[in-house]
């Protein structure tokens, strides 16, 4: 992976980190909230390819909405 492919994965995985202590939730292991992490940032790639919106505001909306109730 390349160094900004990781620091979007870092970012995401901090954003988690943030969503699950908001919500209550206990963390996950640190592999599968890097897994989770990759994830969104995938989703967001692919959404920023689609539409040419901004990956970091695609980012925030896809963790905030991964625990919404």
Do not use: C, T, W
Request: no cysteine; glycine share 8%; net charge positive.
């Amino acid at each position: 992976m390349g160094f900004i492919r990781d620091q979007q994965i870092r970012f995401a995985a901090g954003l988690l980190r943030r969503q699950y202590d908001k919500q209550g939730v206990p963390l996950p292991a640190d592999k599968e909230l890097n897994r989770q992490a990759a994830a969104v940032v995938d989703q967001a790639h692919g959404i920023a390819r689609n539409r040419g919106s901004n990956l970091l505001a695609i980012l925030k909306d896809l963790v905030a909405d991964i625990r919404r109730p």
